[in-house]
């Protein structure tokens, strides 16, 4: 199984919501990543799990809030979102070898409105 | 600081044409270098990796060699078909001085039957 999955896939929330982001992988991969990826743009890094601890957070905002409560799940936590954040959200997910090759999920489809 | 820099698009090709996107790097250490792809509406597949100088990734007819002397990892393909039409990203992840993982920009190819 090589398949990263990711729910919901598309959600459409106001900007004084709350709502969660969820990814998960069988692979029994260590390492897991969120990113946003505007239109026409490439992916760009927010935070990285590994072993289920935060290693890198990069300068997201506080309004963005990961989470990871076991080895195959990770969880995004979306609260007080501006327009601008309007995106396709991506999971990825890597063994803890060298390469770092990862797999994505299909994305969350974001609209803040 | 690391980037990866990649030929601007759109390519519109011909079915059956030979297909070059150039993809050129900067990086600490000894980064491994990867193409991914996306198609519509979908998350990033990895194409093809390669983890060392001279090391050759190829799968699905798509070929690329991560040449250290010209920091490039060129991607190939002898005979494009109009299911190849996708966004292509070039990447590289290295651990040496810290985790990073760069994309270039992405380039969008067509092809016409």
């Known amino acids: 199984d090589t398949e990263v999955t990711q729910t919901p896939k598309h959600l459409v929330m106001g900007m004084t919501n709350k709502k969660s982001l969820k990814c998960e992988q069988h692979?029994?991969?260590?390492?897991m990543y969120w990113y946003k990826q505007k239109a026409k743009k490439p992916p760009e890094l927010m935070f990285v799990?590994?072993?289920?601890?935060?290693?890198i957070n990069e300068s997201v905002p506080s309004r963005f809030s990961p989470e990871c409560p076991n080895s195959s799940l990770l969880n995004l936590h979306l609260h007080a979102l501006q327009p601008e954040d309007s995106a396709l959200y991506l999971c990825?997910?890597?063994?803890?070898?060298?390469?770092?090759?990862?797999?994505f999920g299909p994305g969350t489809r974001l609209t803040v409105t | 600081g690391d980037s990866v820099t990649q030929m601007e698009g759109p390519v519109t090709l011909s079915e059956e044409a030979f297909l070059t996107i150039n993809c050129t790097y900067t990086a600490t250490g000894y980064p491994s270098l990867f193409w991914y792809v996306q198609y519509p509406g979908e998350g990033l597949q990895l194409l093809l990796k390669?983890?060392?100088?001279?090391d050759k990734g190829s799968n699905k007819g798509f070929e690329a060699t991560y040449r250290k002397e010209t920091t490039s990892f060129h991607l190939e393909k002898g005979s494009v078909q109009v299911s190849d039409s996708a966004v292509y990203f070039c990447?590289?992840?290295?651990?040496?001085?810290?985790?990073?993982?760069?994309f270039g920009a992405g380039t969008r190819l067509f092809v016409k039957a």
């Open positions: 990825a997910s890597s063994s803890p070898t060298r390469t770092h090759e990862q797999y």
């Open positions: 692979m029994g991969h260590r390492a």
């Open positions: 990447a590289l992840t290295r651990n040496t001085g810290g985790f990073k993982t760069i």
């Open positions: 390669a983890t060392k100088a001279d």
């Open positions: 799990y590994s072993y289920e601890k935060l290693s």
